[in-house]
């Protein structure tokens, strides 16, 4: 079942159980079961009523990677660093590695989706970085999703230290409606603190959301709200990856058709 098939299931179940924004909170529930979570062959899986693969996310902090290695050991996609705006001055940046890894990923034959590390304080900044993306996608197939990942930077000089919940959400759904515009699928990249203190899941539920939760011993997330997909750790170890690396379980079919 592809995510778009989900999202309809689970909006029909809550308006045949009449559900309203005022009755009960309208964001789907986590509704995978903590035991099938399990560890195989070095990657977390999931063993239950669901699709699991496996996959890695990837910029140019992970230098150069052996695409061929990192298949053959078990990996099945791979979402790569396209960009980034800068904290400072608000520059867009192409990451230095994205062509050689979307090309070594898709030659190696992962299936490739592509983030953006956003720091757009407004919706125009938002839609031009959605633009960037589009630009730099040319010529690539892409079959997983292409992620908005904002995330707040501490330092004193970060242009997006006092950006609210509101601004994230606006932003978030602006580039998301500028990318579905073009065909692709968009997907919103969080932790659980930044879910349930900053954005508004509600105006963003129509798109799939990447959990970024790091939980002990890989055990099952607590997190309470439906995920497409889900980070759990940032130190994983994958032949042909001479650093650490963000694991990642995908828990979805993607159709970009």
């Known amino acids: 079942m592809s995510w778009k098939q989900i999202c309809m299931a689970l909006l029909l179940a809550l308006a045949l159980f009449g559900c309203t ?3 009960v909170d309208p964001v789907p529930e986590n509704a995978y079961a903590a035991e099938h979570f399990v560890v195989a062959d070095g990657f977390l899986t999931y063993a239950g009523d669901a699709p699991s693969y496996v996959g890695v996310d990837v910029s140019s902090y992970q230098g150069e990677i052996d695409w061929e290695k990192v298949a ?15 904290y400072t001055e608000g520059g867009l940046y192409e990451d230095a590695c994205f062509r ?30 959605a633009q960037f ?14 992620v908005f ?29 500028t990318i579905e515009q073009e065909g692709y699928l968009p997907m919103v ?53 001479s650093t650490p690396v963000d694991l990642n379980l995908c828990l979805t079919e993607f159709d970009q058709g």
């Open 133 to 146: 993306v589009l630009e730099h996608l040319e010529g690539y197939d892409i079959a997983y999703p292409v």
């Open 189 to 241: 990249y969080f932790s659980p603190s930044k879910a349930y203190d900053e954005l508004n899941l509600e105006a963003l539920m129509e798109w799939p959301f990447w959990l970024a939760h790091y939980t002990q011993d890989w055990q099952a997330t607590s997190f309470r709200y439906h995920f497409a997909m889900w980070q759990y750790t940032s130190q994983g170890s994958v032949a042909g990856i």
């Open 149 to 177: 990942d904002w995330e707040r930077q501490s330092a004193q000089d970060s242009r997006t230290l006092e950006t609210d919940g509101a601004t994230q959400t606006a932003c978030a759904a602006a580039f998301c409606q």
């Open 21 to 23: 924004a005022g009755e």
């Open 72 to 86: 053959a050991a078990g990996v099945d996609f791979a979402m790569i660093r396209l960009g980034f705006r800068g």
């Open 100 to 129: 050689r890894n979307m090309e070594g990923a898709l030659a190696a034959g992962l299936d490739v989706g592509v983030y953006f590390f956003s720091q757009a304080v407004s919706q125009e900044e938002a839609r031009e970085e």
